[in-house]
């Protein structure tokens, strides 16, 4: 009778056991002391031994002469175990749910064990037991006989009442490493005369994801499916798509080539690849590319044929790390949405979609990547590597570059003039809004550069500079007026208030209006009052006046009287 791997080499004792020491050594220590409790509860993902020690414990606990807490295999005990025995009782929770089960139990638990010392209960997937099915055992677990063991085995603890939780030894089993299943499958293989390829074998134990049971599962279909043990076959078995086509798909998303990604979704889905398959293949391939970037031992984490890690290192080298991030966050959001969904390919296609193209998406992670891509563009641009002139130009005629740059020229508004208060209204020793300028000594060299005699008295003849055209819109002038004051004033505050008004013309009067008393308090200011009129002189405008919205030219000359004659009552009648 053909038995699977992982019925066939069940370890035996716990010296067998792969991986869980924590688990082993307290279990150890308990039987070599004589201090056996009355109930365990065994815990951790499937495939991870707790059956198996469940079982190692029970003959152990009733074995004469027990090597290093393993039964001998020997004594009577252990042969009467091995072969069966009604002192060693499996019940599977699953299909025995209910309160009759449960109290059956706690009748026969009263007679004492035929063979050993202990009779031992297993309860597996304890966690699938009713309600009533939980309160007619625990009663029993309370208070066994001095001859009854419960073990108890689940992979959902959360779903145990705390009262039968508080009265178990709770041991947690872990998921095992990649590394020991390797070895375990190893001298697996050794043992049945398999030949195989380490590549394979690491494929293996990867897609076992822990599991021991799942990894010989995996196994069993391998070596079926050829004489030899090869990377390539493990791929077909898994049912995965070739690494070189899931290469080709990943480096169109980093480098945000949408055509190209689509046209080899659709490729690949063509040929009768699930949704479901090709999403997690992604990830998988995703993962690796994020090891092979940010590891430097990544080829021995990884464990991929030489030429295959090549091909994820060049793919790593050559991408973005928060594309790498972005695209691993959005295929595995869309491997959870698989589940509630009727189109899977469509959701899988805007998935790649909307990788492909940061530029289109509005989220942070999309915005820091386009970030990156213009800061190393600018580098490149700095450092020379990266050519300004890469697109072929025709040379223009000498006659039409003159005549192009002239037009150029006369297109351009004409530049405002410096003005008076660069240097010294706002001089570097201070930030002076009085409106007085600050005289500063001049130097020799500025007294050089001066001149004299004919110098001077052309410099002083010199045409004044044409005022400039300002355009009959107000709020035109107005923007005007702001690009000239954020220049010109190193005043912050004075340019985020007046950024809020309000232009209009009041017959040739350019008026700013604000709704504000304290705003308009502050403009009337004499620092602020001085840094407005500079500004609009330097623009070519010389009547304004800033005023409240509502209030006329007569109530703003009002408040200038009240403001120069204090001590005189005024009325306006």
Same mark, same amino acid.
């Given at each position: 009778?053909?038995?699977?791997?992982?019925?066939?080499?069940?370890?035996?004792?716990?010296?067998?056991?792969?991986?869980?020491?924590?688990?082993?050594?307290?279990?150890?220590?308990?039987?070599?002391?004589?201090?056996?409790?009355?109930?365990?509860?065994?815990?951790?993902?499937?495939?991870?031994?707790?059956?198996?020690?469940?079982?190692?414990?029970?003959?152990?606990?009733?074995?004469?002469?027990?090597?290093?807490?393993?039964?001998?295999?020997?004594?009577?005990?252990?042969?009467?175990?091995?072969?069966?025995?009604?002192?060693?009782?499996?019940?599977?929770?699953?299909?025995?749910?209910?309160?009759?089960?449960?109290?059956?139990?706690?009748?026969?638990?009263?007679?004492?064990?035929?063979?050993?010392?202990?009779?031992?209960?297993?309860?597996?997937?304890? #966690?699938?037991?009713?309600?009533? @099915?939980?309160?007619?055992?625990? /009663?029993? %677990?309370? +208070?066994?006989? !001095?001859?009854? *063991?419960?073990?108890?085995?689940?992979?959902?603890?959360?779903?145990?009442?705390?009262?039968?939780?508080?009265?178990?030894?709770?041991?947690?089993?872990?998921?095992?490493?990649?590394?020991?299943?390797?070895?375990?499958?190893?001298?697996?293989?050794?043992?049945?005369?398999?030949?195989?390829?380490?590549?394979?074998?690491?494929?293996?134990?990867?897609?076992?994801?822990?599991?021991?049971?799942?990894?010989?599962?995996?196994?069993?279909?391998?070596?079926?499916?050829?004489?030899?043990?090869?990377?390539?076959?493990?791929?077909?078995?898994?049912?995965?798509?070739?690494?070189?086509?899931?290469?080709?798909?990943?480096?169109?998303?980093? #480098?945000?080539?949408?055509?190209? @990604?689509?046209?080899?979704?659709? /490729?690949? %889905?063509? +040929?009768?690849? !699930?949704?479901? *398959?090709?999403?997690?293949?992604?990830?998988?391939?995703?993962?690796?590319?994020?090891?092979?970037?940010?590891?430097?031992?990544?080829?021995?984490?990884?464990?991929?044929?030489?030429?295959?890690?090549?091909?994820?290192?060049?793919?790593?080298?050559?991408?973005?790390?928060?594309?790498?991030?972005?695209?691993?966050?959005?295929?595995?959001?869309?491997?959870?949405?698989?589940?509630?969904?009727?189109?899977?390919?469509?959701?899988?296609?805007?998935?790649?979609?909307?990788?492909?193209?940061?530029?289109?998406?509005?989220?942070?992670?999309?915005?820091?990547?386009?970030?990156?891509?213009?800061?190393?563009?600018?580098?490149?641009?700095?450092?020379?590597?990266?050519?300004? @002139?890469?697109?072929?130009?025709?040379?223009?005629?000498?006659?039409?570059? !003159?005549?192009?740059?002239?037009?150029?020229?006369?297109?351009?508004?004409?530049?405002?003039?410096?003005?008076?208060?660069?240097?010294?209204?706002?001089?570097?020793?201070?930030?002076?809004?009085?409106?007085?300028?600050?005289?500063?000594?001049?130097?020799?060299?500025?007294?050089?550069?001066?001149?004299?005699?004919?110098?001077?008295?052309?410099?002083?003849?010199?045409?004044?500079?044409?005022?400039?055209?300002?355009?009959?819109?107000?709020?035109?002038?107005?923007?005007?007026?702001?690009?000239?004051?954020?220049?010109?004033?190193?005043?912050?505050?004075?340019?985020?208030?007046?950024?809020?008004?309000?232009?209009?013309?009041?017959?040739?009067?350019?008026?700013?209006?604000?709704?504000?008393?304290?705003?308009?308090?502050?403009?009337?200011?004499?620092?602020?009052?001085?840094?407005?009129?500079?500004?609009?002189?330097?623009?070519?405008?010389?009547?304004?006046?800033?005023?409240?919205?509502?209030?006329?030219?007569?109530?703003?000359?009002?408040?200038?009287?009240?403001?120069?004659?204090?001590?005189?009552?005024?009325?306006?009648?």
């Amino acid at each position: 009778m053909h038995l699977s791997l992982y019925r066939k080499f069940r370890p035996q004792s716990f010296d067998e056991m792969v991986r869980q020491e924590h688990v082993v050594r307290v279990l150890k220590n308990q039987i070599e002391s004589g201090s056996v409790g009355h109930a365990y509860l065994f815990t951790g993902p499937r495939g991870t031994g707790k059956t198996t020690v469940a079982r190692i414990f029970a003959r152990a606990i009733n074995c004469e002469s027990p090597l290093n807490g393993s039964p001998c295999g020997e004594c009577p005990a252990c042969l009467a175990l091995h072969n069966g025995s009604l002192d060693i009782t499996e019940i599977d929770a699953a299909s025995n749910n209910g309160v009759n089960e449960m109290r059956d139990l706690r009748e026969k638990v009263q007679y004492p064990p035929v063979n050993g010392k202990y009779k031992v209960y297993i309860i597996d997937e304890v #966690h699938m037991l009713t309600d009533s @099915a939980f309160n007619a055992l625990l /009663k029993t %677990l309370e +208070e066994p006989p !001095a001859h009854a *063991v419960f073990i108890l085995a689940t992979t959902e603890p959360q779903k145990l009442p705390a009262t039968i939780m508080s009265r178990c030894m709770r041991l947690d089993f872990k998921l095992i490493p990649e590394e020991d299943l390797e070895k375990h499958l190893m001298r697996v293989l050794d043992e049945i005369g398999k030949k195989y390829e380490k590549e394979a074998v690491s494929a293996i134990a990867r897609a076992g994801a822990g599991s021991d049971r799942d990894m010989l599962s995996i196994a069993e279909m391998c070596i079926a499916y050829s004489d030899e043990l090869t990377y390539e076959g493990v791929t077909a078995v898994l049912g995965a798509a070739d690494l070189h086509v899931n290469c080709g798909l990943v480096s169109a998303l980093l #480098h945000a080539d949408c055509a190209a @990604a689509v046209e080899r979704t659709e /490729k690949i %889905l063509s +040929e009768g690849k !699930a949704v479901g *398959v090709l999403v997690r293949d992604v990830l998988d391939l995703l993962n690796q590319v994020l090891v092979a970037k940010t590891c430097p031992t990544a080829e021995a984490l990884l464990s991929l044929p030489k030429e295959l890690f090549s091909e994820v290192k060049a793919l790593a080298d050559g991408a973005d790390g928060r594309a790498i991030l972005r695209a691993t966050e959005i295929m595995a959001k869309t491997e959870s949405e698989l589940r509630y969904t009727a189109s899977p390919r469509i959701v899988l296609e805007t998935a790649i979609v909307r990788i492909a193209t940061p530029a289109q998406d509005q989220d942070i992670d999309a915005l820091l990547l386009r970030m990156n891509a213009l800061e190393e563009e600018l580098s490149q641009i700095k450092s020379g590597s990266l050519a300004v @002139a890469q697109v072929q130009v025709s040379p223009m005629p000498a006659s039409t570059a !003159a005549e192009r740059e002239t037009q150029a020229e006369e297109e351009l508004p004409p530049p405002p003039e410096e003005p008076f208060f660069a240097d010294a209204y706002f001089s570097d020793e201070g930030d002076d809004f009085s409106g007085k300028q600050t005289k500063k000594e001049e130097k020799p060299e500025q007294k050089a550069e001066s001149g004299t005699g004919s110098e001077k008295s052309s410099a002083k003849t010199a045409p004044s500079a044409a005022p400039p055209v300002l355009p009959k819109d107000a709020m035109a002038v107005f923007g005007l007026f702001m690009r000239t004051l954020r220049k010109m004033c190193r005043n912050g505050v004075l340019v985020t208030i007046c950024s809020d008004l309000e232009a209009e013309y009041d017959g040739t009067l350019f008026v700013l209006y604000t709704d504000n008393d304290t705003v308009l308090r502050s403009l009337k200011r004499e620092e602020h009052a001085e840094i407005i009129k500079q500004v609009l002189s330097q623009i070519g405008i010389t009547e304004y006046d800033v005023r409240k919205r509502g209030q006329t030219a007569k109530a703003d000359a009002m408040d200038q009287l009240k403001k120069d004659f204090k001590d005189y009552p005024i009325e306006l009648k």
